[in-house]
């Protein structure tokens, strides 16, 4: 089984109001060195079967269509392969 990630972020030019309240709370609590904050989604999406061009393809329409607001957020997918059980934070 796979596992194919989808980030859905705000594109470039649409303001970001959560990652500015992120940004601000970072200089607040001394985190300094951050020049600015995007803040945006991760669907993680466990396929069964193989992962081929056209499942692919199927997948980047269900980002468009339900995942993501293509007027105003930009998607990326990609895959990852052999999903295993998870450890703590990294």
Do not use: C, W
């Not at 596992?3 to 500015?20: C, F, N, T």
């Not at 970072?26 to 945006?40: E, M, P």
């Amino acid at each position: 089984m796979a596992r194919v990630v989808v980030d859905v972020m705000p594109k470039p030019e649409i303001l970001d109001p959560q990652g500015k309240a992120v940004h601000g709370a970072l200089d607040r609590l001394g985190f300094g060195g951050v020049a600015d904050v995007r803040q945006g989604k991760r669907f993680e999406l466990q396929v069964e079967g193989e992962i081929t061009e056209e499942r692919l393809a199927e997948i980047r329409n269900i980002a468009e269509t339900l995942l993501s607001n293509p007027v105003i957020e930009d998607y990326a997918v990609r895959i990852e392969e052999s999903v295993g059980v998870e450890g703590g934070a990294a």
